[in-house]
């Protein structure tokens, strides 16, 4: 050790114990000075397969030597890489992110090493690259590595955003016993097939956009430049219209292995085995997962927020933790950012404000209680979300829809106390609790997959350049992808049906998950249904037309109507039942506002299009029209359950 630097060394995790016991907090000189901070860069820390990772490490020091004596650990594994500044790491008040060593000085100071490691065959760690599928076991080696480090006193913590949420799970599912406490940030599969992969059968495109963005930064680019130049010329816009795609002949061809995993989820339609591995099916193991105090924290426009809810419901039953569940009115990762896509919230909305201080010191408090017993001024309660809704509804200086909210703290989810009401669809195009009468009638429309409804926000993420997150109106644009001049409203497309509700005569809460059943049918051996939960603005001074607010949406794929394992595909003509699971939401509906839902078929380039032909998932190259058909009536009443919240005090 010369100068408080470290050299380059290689160290074993294989097979080594996970316990420690008696071990001493080290002695500070100054109680109140914070330590100042070293790195040793670069480690090579070995796989039980062979393979090294690359590993930084920070540690408190004294006079630019690391101290002696043992520390708790706060780890980040990451395939974005462990020096990289993320965009992310901003704050409602400092927009220049926080560089990795900045971000690891905040918790050294206050007496912890932090770690950061590259992913397996992401920039200085040996291997290859499988997305999610290495991250369980190597994560559990590393922690065999750590636990034998002269410096660590046994209690580790883990963080991160977005993928470094799903190593933190999949860690936490082979069960390091060192693993004291986890904060989960928009991520951490619950069940990938349901969530962040495929949705209602249906496949996530921004798994494509994700590779091909991801793949201009790997080795493979980095390392060839030809490739490199080949790979920037791709034009995503003119491949995704080019689809169907066929394997090997696609904008992420050039980088075979980004393909054959992207190929791999997307052609394993059925619920198998594929999808319970660790790393992707974190219900599958929360009866061994880490016993650890946890914090997961999503929004309601973020790709994970199912995944947030469902494992802090999961985890929470099986007495893990404490589990602590924190939803916002964010996009993916944008938790000190006021608006998400086009609407704002305002400045009450950031974790900043309702934490009482920037996020990650917030974050530094939570494992100080956790792995040091140091209790904060204001403990995190069990549930805190964010209701949307109740602004002025005005444009705001920077041209977004002021629609406003408010925190609330709730002791347990779903919410106590809340009524779940069938709003029902009727063929005039009404949405109301009473049903339809025997005369009502059935909506039936051409579902083109030719021509499909285009994505107008909602929970995406990593879809960049061809969607964008958030609340929009739903309406083409130059911006919004698929859709041309005039740029007409949705509700104009003859294949999307509008059920709305009268003007609401008072505030009405909806807070939870979504679901509708829905009675359909069609001419097609299969095809999709899909809805859409809408706040409707009336028209105003600065929105004459009005303003339909996306909060949350479903997909289904029909041959899984019965089951996921077992597909079917329907009889043409034939009438069937189907249900379809939306993310949760939580927005207050103004008086004077409408609910509104909007049933369709498609909603591209967020999910792919179903070619109606009962083809294999990825791999069908023609396409048909379906004639689909949505009953309303008394024997086939089609709704929706809204999780109505009675108003208080």
């Known amino acids: 050790m010369t100068g408080g630097r470290f050299s380059r060394r290689t160290v074993t995790g294989a097979g080594l114990a996970l316990g420690l016991t008696g071990l001493v907090e080290p002695a500070r000189a100054a109680e109140a000075e914070p330590y100042e901070v070293v790195l040793e860069s670069n480690i090579r820390v070995r796989m039980r397969d062979g393979v090294h990772l690359a590993t930084d490490v920070y540690r408190p020091a004294r006079g630019g030597r690391a101290l002696e004596g043992r520390f708790p650990a706060i780890m980040e594994r990451t395939p974005y890489g462990r020096t ?14 926080l560089t990795q060593r900045e971000m690891a000085e905040i918790y050294v100071r206050r007496g912890y090493a932090v770690i950061f490691q590259d992913c397996r065959g992401r920039y200085d760690s040996e291997g290859e690259f499988v997305k999610y599928l290495n991250d369980g076991q190597d994560g559990f080696d590393t922690c065999q590595w750590l636990a034998v480090q002269p410096w660590f006193d046994s209690r580790l ?36 097939y349901q969530d962040g992969i495929r949705q209602g059968g249906a496949f996530e495109l921004k798994q494509v956009t994700w590779a091909y963005n991801l793949g201009l930064e790997g080795k493979e680019a980095q390392a060839d430049p030809q490739l490199l130049k080949a790979l920037k010329t791709v034009d995503l816009k003119a491949w995704f219209a080019s689809m169907p795609w066929k394997r ?70 099986h007495g893990h933790g404490p589990v602590r569940l924190i939803m916002g009115p964010w996009t993916h990762g944008a938790r000190s950012t006021t608006h ?90 009404a949405l109301s609790p009473d049903k339809p009468g025997a005369t009502d009638g059935a909506l039936t429309y051409d579902f083109d997959p030719n021509t499909p409804v ?35 409203p949705l509700e104009a497309r003859p294949d999307v049906l509008v059920f709305q509700t009268p003007a609401l005569a008072e505030d009405v809460e909806v807070t939870g998950e979504i679901t509708a059943h829905l009675w359909i049918a069609s001419d097609a051996p299969d095809t999709d ?39 079917t595909m329907m009889t043409p003509g034939q009438v069937y039942r189907i249900t379809l699971e939306a993310f949760p939401t939580a927005n207050l509906f103004k008086r004077g506002h409408r609910i509104r839902l909007d049933v369709s078929s498609s909603n591209f380039p967020r999910f792919d299009v179903n070619p109606n032909t009962g083809a294999p998932e990825g791999r069908g190259l023609d396409r048909r029209i379906a004639r689909n058909t949505v009953f309303a009536d008394a024997g086939r009443p089609s709704h929706v359950i809204l999780p109505l919240i009675p108003r208080r005090g």
């Open 454 to 488: 285009p994505t107008i926000g909602g929970a995406v993420t990593s879809g960049e350049p061809l969607m964008r997150p958030g609340g929009f109106d739903q309406r083409g644009g130059p911006e919004v992808y698929g859709t041309r001049a005039p740029f007409l």
């Open 529 to 567: 249904f899909t809805f859409k939960l809408i706040d409707l603005y009336p028209p105003g001074e600065d929105y004459p037309a009005g303003y339909a607010l996306n909060l949350t949406d479903a997909i289904l794929r029909c041959r899984y109507r019965d089951s996921w394992t077992d597909p």
């Open 248 to 317: 090997g002949h696609t904008p992420i061809s050039l980088l075979p292995g980004y393909e054959d995993y992207v190929y791999d989820q997307w052609e394993h339609g059925v619920f198998d085995g594929f999808w319970k591995q660790v790393g992707l099916y974190a219900e599958g193991f929360y009866d061994r997962f880490a016993d650890a105090a946890q914090v997961h924290m999503s929004g309601w426009y973020d790709a994970y927020s199912k995944t947030a809810v469902d494992n802090f419901v999961g985890l929470s039953k």
């Open 84 to 97: 990289v500044t993320s965009f992310r790491n901003i704050t409602a008040t400092k927009a220049s992110p």
């Open 157 to 192: 913590g883990s963080m991160g955003l977005s993928y470094a949420a799903h190593t933190q799970v999949a860690m936490a599912c082979m069960n390091p016993g060192i693993l004291k406490s986890m904060f989960v940030d928009c991520g951490g599969f619950s069940n990938a």
């Open 340 to 429: 998400s896509g086009d609407v704002e919230f305002g400045p009450a909305s950031t974790i900043d404000a309702v934490a009482g201080q920037d996020f990650f010191h917030a974050r530094a408090d939570w494992f100080d209680e956790t792995l040091k017993g140091i209790k904060p001024a204001e403990a995190i309660p069990t549930v805190r979300l964010f209701v949307m809704g109740g602004g002025s509804g005005r444009k705001t200086a920077e041209g977004r829809l002021d629609h406003g909210g408010r925190w609330r703290s709730e002791t347990s989810w779903p919410i106590p106390g809340r009524r779940e009401t069938p709003f029902y669809l009727h063929a005039s195009g």
